[in-house]
């Protein structure tokens, strides 16, 4: 197994951030992951495992040995009549099974295409889009423990999946490796086209299946967010926050566009684009880096920044919105310093 040392990660996170890698490894089968873990040149560094880098902003150079997984393999384990169960590694590219699955018209990730990064990650940030979520298909998971080079099969259950948040970045976090997870998808799927302006962009096309929902999925998703090949950023730099409801009612009654979505009696989650432009940063740039003129909640990289650059400017943000709304805002990218 090659481990490169002084690698560049410039390709590697789709921010486009300039840093190294003291070292660099892609093992792709478990075998390989395996021995890696427990070579001795390498085992006492920080290790980082990265899937497709488009969740992370490097504020330097990381001076351990970064790992991408790079098990690929879509396989089908189990069919009934109602279901087909993939295994698929956890090195393949999210859209890739996306496309595959709508391909042989089974449903479940559709309202999930187009979403940059590499299967591997999907549990750990439990990724959503559209009103689905990874683990609405999602039925195991399975890793590699890092101390123990041991397999363990988690099921859905088991991975305390929450809104962006999975027991991978809680109680197991930096402890495991995931290698492949295994999805339930339908072969009759009910397709979910209610959120926001989905069904109006399904009227461009003749009937709505799952190839036109993803269609129309990409094509949304093309208008708002930047393309990583384009302009770098890694998606949603936020979280949207949860906050008590009667602070929300406040901030609807003063903004007509602002909306709320319930999560029960007592909190609401407040969409962060909305707080983020009403406190003017859409568009903003500072420097090499900036807030997408079409989505507030992206910040961007025009090329030749740092990461910290782009860390000093959410900080700013995140103390804007606070001045002015009283809501804290949180990371959704995973930083590191
Ligand atoms: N909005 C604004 N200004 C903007 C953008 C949006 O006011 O610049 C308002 C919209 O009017 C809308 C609300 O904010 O009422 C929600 O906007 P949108 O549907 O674009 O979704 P979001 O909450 O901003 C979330 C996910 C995205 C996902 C979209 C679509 C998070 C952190 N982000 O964004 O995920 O694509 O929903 O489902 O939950 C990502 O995680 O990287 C990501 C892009």
């Known amino acids: 197994m090659t481990v490169y040392p002084d690698y560049s990660l410039k390709k590697l996170n789709t921010f486009g951030f ?9 093992p792709e089968t478990i075998e390989a992951l395996g021995e890696l873990l427990f070579d001795n040149r390498y085992a006492r560094l920080p290790q980082l495992v990265l899937g497709g880098g488009s969740n992370m902003l490097f504020c330097a150079d990381f001076d351990g040995l970064v790992i991408q997984p790079r098990i690929t393999g879509i396989e089908k384990i189990e069919e009934t009549a109602d279901d087909v169960y993939l295994r698929v590694g956890a090195g393949v590219v999210w859209d890739d099974f996306v496309a595959y699955a709508v391909q042989h018209h089974w449903g479940g990730v559709e309202n999930l295409s187009f979403i940059p990064g590499h299967v591997g990650a999907s549990p750990v940030q439990n990724i959503g889009a559209y009103g689905a979520e990874a683990k609405d298909s999602i039925r195991q998971v399975e890793c590699i423990l890092k101390a123990t080079g041991e397999r363990k099969v ?13 027991i991978f970045k809680q109680a197991w976090r930096g402890r495991l490796i995931v290698t492949h997870v295994i999805f339930q998808l339908a072969k009759h799927p009910v397709l979910r086209t209610h959120y926001g302006n989905v069904e109006e962009e399904l009227r461009k096309y003749p009937e709505v299946t799952l190839q036109t929902l993803r269609k129309a999925i990409i094509a949304i998703r093309r208008k708002r967010l930047p393309d990583p090949q384009e302009l770098g950023s890694a998606g949603s730099f936020f979280k949207n926050p949860v906050v008590p409801k009667k602070l929300a009612d406040e ?29 003017g940063w ?21 090329g030749g920044g740092t990461g910290k650059e782009a860390l000093a400017l959410s900080s700013l943000i995140c103390q804007s919105v606070y001045e002015k709304f009283g809501v804290q805002l949180e990371p959704e990218v995973n930083i590191v310093e």
């Not at 300039?18 to 892609?26: G, L, T």
């Not at 988690?154 to 999946?161: P, Y």
């Open 154 to 166: 988690f099921t859905a259950g088991e991975c305390a999946f929450g809104y962006r948040d999975s």
């Open 251 to 279: 901030l609807i009654s003063k903004d007509p566009r602002m909306t709320a979505y319930p999560i029960n009696v007592d909190y609401v989650k407040l969409p962060a684009a909305r707080l983020i432009e009403q406190a």
């Open 18 to 26: 300039d840093v190294r890698a003291k070292f660099f490894a892609a």
């Open 282 to 302: 859409k568009g903003m740039r500072a420097g090499a880096v900036g807030v997408h003129s079409r989505q507030a909640l992206v910040i961007v990289h025009y």
